[in-house]
């Protein structure tokens, strides 16, 4: 069992940064693939970017390739996304989560742990 906990997000302006967090415990944190989805109002929630458990490769979607960074600290048992220029259509909540069997399209029923979600708005 892993329990996971996200923070940091808020509202923003277009244009602005913001960096979440996922705080781990329970299981060993670095034996895990990680991920981020988000899910907007009235859509179904979409992967975002995901990292090796060892933190040596990452994955985004091509819309997100440029402006979002995971990364983790396996030490502090923590992963992060910084989003840069943000936009209005970054508008959701966000949630980190663990794989728990490898499939490298990140579908959500490969993640078998999630945390509650944090909410970005980013106002225009």
């Known amino acids: 069992q892993v329990q996971l906990v996200e923070s940091g997000g808020g509202l923003v302006q277009a244009g602005g940064s913001l960096r979440l967090s996922c705080a781990a415990s329970?299981?060993?944190?670095?034996?895990?693939?990680m991920g981020w989805f988000r899910q907007a109002p009235g859509k179904e929630r979409e992967f975002v970017a995901a990292?090796?458990?060892?933190?040596?490769?990452?994955y985004y979607t091509d819309s997100r390739k440029g402006r979002f960074t995971v990364s983790r600290d396996n030490a502090k048992n923590t992963m992060y996304l910084q989003m840069n220029s943000l936009k209005p259509e970054d508008t959701a909540v966000y949630y980190c989560?663990?794989?728990?069997?490898?499939?490298?399209?990140?579908?959500?029923?490969?993640?078998?742990?999630w945390g509650q979600g944090t909410q970005v708005t980013v106002s225009s």
């Open positions: 990292i090796s458990s060892s933190g040596g490769r990452t």
């Open positions: 989560a663990a794989q728990i069997y490898s499939n490298n399209n990140f579908v959500q029923e490969s993640f078998g742990f």
């Open positions: 329970g299981r060993t944190f670095s034996g895990y693939r």
